[in-house]
């Protein structure tokens, strides 16, 4: 049985959130602020955490900065937010969140991202026949999960490695938002979110600091492309 810590100040939400989840089997724990949240993490094992942004005691992006650098990399986050800006998103991502739901949403998205996080903690990409991936000037070490641009050592989240991965994968090829849910995030049906979306327009970010030239490229009405730029 998988559990999840909730820290949520919301307490309506968070007996929503936690009576649907249980429904699915899961361990839950609860708690409503962050010291407490981290408190807990302490002592109990916790196999995903989702976690709200504005909390009392300790902000969420310091909660989930303070889990990664505690002894629980490993454990997947996502964040609950009514700040659905892209920059709250970025700081979310910087801080070491695995995945991001802007308030409000629907339970049945929640649940879906839930069992996506959990399967991608238990199964790790591999590459079968090489772990090494090179494309104008990026290198990915699928072994030490190191990414580089033109000799630059890029910091990426698990989820943007991931998706960073899937292009690696298909140069050239045109990857529909489909496509990239059903392989980054486990999710095989289209979830109506732009998650995708914000998910390539971060990572492409990342990459141009690091290189002349765009790499990843959307394609009007299908999806987006790793090509190098015309």
Not at 40 to 61: N, T, Y
Not at 164 to 188: A, C, H
Not at 190 to 202: C, F, K
């Amino acid at each position: 049985m998988n559990t999840i810590l909730i820290i949520e100040d919301e307490q309506r939400l968070a007996d929503l959130i936690k009576k649907g989840l249980e429904e699915e089997d899961y361990m839950v724990y609860h708690t409503l602020d962050g010291l407490a949240g981290m408190e807990l993490l302490r002592e109990k094992s916790v196999d995903l955490i989702l976690l709200d942004i504005l909390l009392p005691k300790m902000s969420g992006l310091e909660v989930c900065r303070k889990i990664k650098t505690e002894g629980h990399a490993d454990v997947p986050i996502m964040m609950l937010t009514a700040l659905g800006s892209a920059e709250n998103i970025v700081l979310g991502l910087d801080s070491g969140a695995d995945d991001y739901l802007s308030k409000p949403f629907k339970l049945i998205e929640l649940k879906a991202r839930v069992r996506a996080l959990l399967r991608r903690k238990s199964i790790s990409v591999k590459s079968e026949s090489d772990h090494l991936y090179r494309f104008s000037g990026v290198e990915m070490d699928d072994e030490t999960k190191t990414v580089r641009r033109n000799g630059q050592e890029m910091s990426l989240t698990s989820t943007e490695y991931r998706l960073l991965l899937m292009f690696m994968k298909n140069p050239r090829k045109v990857l529909s938002r489909t496509d990239l849910l059903d392989e980054v995030w486990g999710i095989n049906f289209d979830i109506g979110t732009n998650v995708v979306d914000v998910y390539v327009n971060y990572l492409r970010k990342k990459l141009d600091k690091c290189g002349d030239g765009k790499l990843i490229h959307t394609v009007i009405g299908m999806g987006y492309v790793l090509k190098e730029a015309e």
